[in-house]
Protein backbone atom coordinates (compact mmCIF):
# COMPACT_ATOMS: atom_id res chain seq x y z
CA UNK A 1 0.00 0.00 0.00
CA UNK A 2 1.13 3.46 -0.86
CA UNK A 3 0.59 6.17 1.58
CA UNK A 4 0.36 10.32 0.09
CA UNK A 5 0.47 12.57 3.06
CA UNK A 6 -1.73 15.93 2.38
CA UNK A 7 0.96 17.76 4.51
CA UNK A 8 4.41 17.64 3.03
CA UNK A 9 5.72 21.15 0.92
CA UNK A 10 4.21 20.60 -2.39
CA UNK A 11 7.91 21.09 -3.61
CA UNK A 12 8.57 17.88 -2.32
CA UNK A 13 6.61 14.69 -0.83
CA UNK A 14 7.66 11.49 0.89
CA UNK A 15 6.30 8.15 1.56
CA UNK A 16 6.48 6.99 4.81
CA UNK A 17 7.82 3.23 5.14
CA UNK A 18 6.11 1.02 7.69
CA UNK A 19 3.30 -0.34 9.53
CA UNK A 20 0.01 2.34 11.15
CA UNK A 21 -1.88 0.40 13.36
CA UNK A 22 -5.60 1.44 12.99
CA UNK A 23 -8.07 0.33 15.92
CA UNK A 24 -11.40 0.28 14.54
CA UNK A 25 -13.50 1.80 17.81
CA UNK A 26 -16.99 -0.25 16.70
CA UNK A 27 -15.15 -3.46 17.38
CA UNK A 28 -12.21 -2.98 19.38
CA UNK A 29 -10.09 -4.81 16.83
CA UNK A 30 -6.43 -3.28 15.64
CA UNK A 31 -6.04 -2.84 11.77
CA UNK A 32 -3.04 -2.80 10.52
CA UNK A 33 -1.99 -1.25 7.01
CA UNK A 34 0.67 -2.86 5.18
CA UNK A 35 2.81 0.44 3.75
CA UNK A 36 5.10 -0.69 0.91
CA UNK A 37 6.86 3.43 0.45
CA UNK A 38 7.61 5.12 -2.58
CA UNK A 39 9.57 8.04 -2.94
CA UNK A 40 6.98 10.74 -5.52
CA UNK A 41 9.71 13.38 -5.63
CA UNK A 42 9.54 13.28 -9.75
CA UNK A 43 5.88 14.63 -10.00
CA UNK A 44 4.68 15.93 -6.36
CA UNK A 45 1.77 18.38 -8.52
CA UNK A 46 0.80 15.52 -10.31
CA UNK A 47 0.42 13.40 -7.23
CA UNK A 48 -1.36 15.88 -5.45
CA UNK A 49 -3.74 16.37 -8.26
CA UNK A 50 -4.76 12.42 -8.15
CA UNK A 51 -5.37 12.50 -4.07
CA UNK A 52 -7.01 16.07 -4.76
CA UNK A 53 -9.50 14.07 -7.48
CA UNK A 54 -9.93 11.14 -4.91
CA UNK A 55 -11.13 13.44 -2.04
CA UNK A 56 -12.98 15.55 -4.26
CA UNK A 57 -14.93 12.08 -5.73
CA UNK A 58 -15.67 10.68 -2.10
CA UNK A 59 -17.27 14.20 -1.01
CA UNK A 60 -19.47 13.63 -3.94
CA UNK A 61 -20.80 10.73 -2.01
CA UNK A 62 -20.37 11.16 1.46
CA UNK A 63 -19.67 14.21 4.11
CA UNK A 64 -15.87 14.86 4.72
CA UNK A 65 -14.69 16.10 7.90
CA UNK A 66 -14.57 19.99 7.55
CA UNK A 67 -10.98 21.91 7.94
CA UNK A 68 -8.99 18.67 7.79
CA UNK A 69 -6.97 16.86 4.75
CA UNK A 70 -6.50 13.56 5.18
CA UNK A 71 -3.80 10.74 4.85
CA UNK A 72 -4.66 9.06 1.60
CA UNK A 73 -3.71 5.40 0.99
CA UNK A 74 -3.85 2.86 -1.89
CA UNK A 75 -4.39 -0.31 -1.37
CA UNK A 76 -1.37 -3.18 -3.20
CA UNK A 77 -2.03 -6.02 -1.54
CA UNK A 78 -5.67 -6.89 -0.07
CA UNK A 79 -4.98 -10.52 1.11
CA UNK A 80 -2.64 -9.07 3.72
CA UNK A 81 -5.51 -6.73 4.80
CA UNK A 82 -8.76 -9.20 4.50
CA UNK A 83 -8.27 -10.63 8.12
CA UNK A 84 -9.54 -7.54 9.35
CA UNK A 85 -13.62 -6.33 9.20
CA UNK A 86 -12.73 -3.26 8.01
CA UNK A 87 -11.03 -4.44 4.55
CA UNK A 88 -12.74 -7.54 4.20
CA UNK A 89 -14.48 -6.21 0.60
CA UNK A 90 -11.13 -4.47 -0.60
CA UNK A 91 -9.11 -5.06 -3.71
CA UNK A 92 -6.22 -4.05 -5.26
CA UNK A 93 -6.24 -0.17 -6.05
CA UNK A 94 -9.19 1.06 -3.14
CA UNK A 95 -8.29 3.79 -1.82
CA UNK A 96 -8.53 4.56 2.49
CA UNK A 97 -9.19 7.93 3.47
CA UNK A 98 -8.05 8.51 7.13
CA UNK A 99 -9.05 11.57 8.80
CA UNK A 100 -6.93 11.47 12.27
CA UNK A 101 -8.52 14.44 13.79
CA UNK A 102 -12.15 13.67 13.18
CA UNK A 103 -11.06 9.79 13.91
CA UNK A 104 -12.68 8.75 10.70
CA UNK A 105 -11.65 6.09 7.73
CA UNK A 106 -13.26 5.85 4.47
CA UNK A 107 -12.98 2.55 2.13
CA UNK A 108 -13.25 4.27 -1.50
CA UNK A 109 -13.65 2.35 -4.80
CA UNK A 110 -12.25 4.13 -7.42
CA UNK A 111 -13.92 1.79 -10.24
CA UNK A 112 -16.92 1.72 -9.03
CA UNK A 113 -17.18 5.02 -7.44
CA UNK A 114 -18.72 3.63 -4.71
CA UNK A 115 -18.14 4.10 -0.59
CA UNK A 116 -17.35 0.68 0.73
CA UNK A 117 -16.92 1.49 4.35
CA UNK A 118 -16.76 3.69 6.91
CA UNK A 119 -15.48 3.13 10.53
CA UNK A 120 -14.51 5.43 13.21
CA UNK A 121 -10.54 5.07 13.91
CA UNK A 122 -7.93 5.93 16.28
CA UNK A 123 -4.13 5.76 14.58
CA UNK A 124 -2.34 4.16 17.75
CA UNK A 125 1.32 3.93 16.05
CA UNK A 126 3.43 4.39 13.53
CA UNK A 127 6.72 2.65 13.16
CA UNK A 128 8.56 3.83 10.21
CA UNK A 129 11.56 1.82 8.44
CA UNK A 130 15.49 3.11 7.81
CA UNK A 131 15.35 2.09 4.19
CA UNK A 132 12.26 2.27 1.95
CA UNK A 133 11.08 -0.29 -0.21
CA UNK A 134 9.79 0.05 -3.03
CA UNK A 135 6.63 -2.30 -4.56
CA UNK A 136 6.27 -1.70 -8.30
CA UNK A 137 4.00 -2.99 -10.33
CA UNK A 138 5.02 -3.18 -14.14
CA UNK A 139 3.10 -3.88 -17.10
CA UNK A 140 3.13 -4.73 -20.85
CA UNK A 141 0.00 -3.75 -22.98
CA UNK A 142 -0.57 -5.64 -26.03
CA UNK A 143 -2.91 -5.06 -28.93
CA UNK A 144 -4.91 -8.06 -29.12
CA UNK A 145 -7.71 -6.29 -32.02
CA UNK A 146 -7.50 -4.55 -35.39
CA UNK A 147 -7.69 -1.26 -34.13
CA UNK A 148 -4.49 0.81 -34.29
CA UNK A 149 -3.90 2.65 -30.94
CA UNK A 150 -5.97 0.92 -28.64
CA UNK A 151 -3.54 0.54 -25.65
CA UNK A 152 -2.70 3.84 -25.82
CA UNK A 153 -6.87 4.54 -25.60
CA UNK A 154 -6.50 1.87 -22.71
CA UNK A 155 -3.66 3.36 -21.02
CA UNK A 156 -6.54 6.73 -19.65
CA UNK A 157 -8.86 3.85 -18.01
CA UNK A 158 -5.92 1.73 -16.50
CA UNK A 159 -4.08 4.52 -14.78
CA UNK A 160 -7.53 5.74 -13.38
CA UNK A 161 -7.52 2.31 -11.72
CA UNK A 162 -4.19 1.25 -11.21
CA UNK A 163 -2.39 4.84 -10.69
CA UNK A 164 0.89 3.37 -9.00
CA UNK A 165 1.38 0.95 -12.10
CA UNK A 166 3.98 1.62 -14.50
CA UNK A 167 3.61 0.76 -18.32
CA UNK A 168 6.58 -0.09 -19.68
CA UNK A 169 5.88 -1.42 -23.17
CA UNK A 170 3.08 -1.63 -25.97
CA UNK A 171 3.00 -3.73 -28.47
CA UNK A 172 0.57 -5.71 -30.57
CA UNK A 173 -0.32 -9.30 -30.23
CA UNK A 174 0.16 -12.11 -32.79
CA UNK A 175 -3.69 -12.31 -32.97
CA UNK A 176 -6.10 -9.61 -32.96
CA UNK A 177 -9.22 -11.49 -32.59
CA UNK A 178 -9.24 -11.42 -28.90
CA UNK A 179 -12.83 -10.30 -27.66
CA UNK A 180 -12.09 -9.89 -23.84
CA UNK A 181 -9.20 -8.46 -22.40
CA UNK A 182 -6.75 -11.15 -20.40
CA UNK A 183 -4.26 -10.38 -17.71
CA UNK A 184 -1.03 -12.71 -17.37
CA UNK A 185 1.19 -13.24 -14.60
CA UNK A 186 4.83 -13.35 -15.86
CA UNK A 187 6.30 -14.26 -13.06
CA UNK A 188 4.75 -17.74 -12.35
CA UNK A 189 4.56 -16.14 -8.77
CA UNK A 190 1.76 -13.44 -8.09
CA UNK A 191 -1.72 -15.26 -8.58
CA UNK A 192 -2.89 -13.88 -6.13
CA UNK A 193 -2.06 -10.18 -6.90
CA UNK A 194 -2.79 -10.84 -10.72
CA UNK A 195 -6.11 -11.94 -10.00
CA UNK A 196 -7.08 -9.17 -7.86
CA UNK A 197 -5.87 -6.68 -10.88
CA UNK A 198 -7.85 -8.48 -13.29
CA UNK A 199 -11.04 -8.00 -11.04
CA UNK A 200 -9.95 -4.33 -10.73
CA UNK A 201 -10.15 -3.81 -14.34
CA UNK A 202 -12.75 -5.77 -15.13
CA UNK A 203 -10.84 -8.32 -17.23
CA UNK A 204 -9.82 -12.41 -17.71
CA UNK A 205 -7.11 -13.76 -15.78
CA UNK A 206 -5.46 -16.45 -17.54
CA UNK A 207 -2.36 -18.06 -18.78
CA UNK A 208 -0.20 -16.53 -21.72
CA UNK A 209 -2.16 -18.13 -25.12
CA UNK A 210 -0.52 -20.32 -27.71
CA UNK A 211 1.92 -18.34 -30.08
CA UNK A 212 2.08 -14.81 -27.87
CA UNK A 213 5.78 -13.72 -27.19
CA UNK A 214 6.31 -13.44 -23.47
CA UNK A 215 7.59 -9.86 -23.03
CA UNK A 216 10.64 -9.11 -20.74
CA UNK A 217 11.16 -6.92 -17.63
CA UNK A 218 7.30 -6.61 -16.48
CA UNK A 219 5.28 -8.53 -14.06
CA UNK A 220 2.35 -8.82 -15.90
CA UNK A 221 0.88 -8.61 -19.52
CA UNK A 222 -1.94 -7.47 -20.68
CA UNK A 223 -3.66 -8.15 -23.92
CA UNK A 224 -6.22 -5.76 -24.64
CA UNK A 225 -8.97 -6.91 -26.20
CA UNK A 226 -12.14 -6.20 -28.08
CA UNK A 227 -14.15 -5.19 -25.17
CA UNK A 228 -12.20 -2.04 -24.20
CA UNK A 229 -12.90 -0.49 -27.54
Sequence with gaps: MNIESMKMPPKKMFVISGVIALVVCTSSLAVYFYLHARELEKRPDKQNELIQQTISAVSKLIALPAGEQPTVAT???PEKLKSQPFFASS?????VLVYQGAKKAILYRPSENKIMEVSSITISDIST?????????????????????????????????????TIIDRDNAK??????????DLTGAKET????LAKTLDMEYGTLPKGEIKPTGADFLIIVGEDKK
Design 175 to 184: RSDYATSLLI
Design 75 to 77: ISD
Design 193 to 196: EGKG
Design 91 to 95: VIGDK
Design 129 to 165: QSSTQKQEIRVVLYNGTTETGLTKKYETEFKTKLPNA
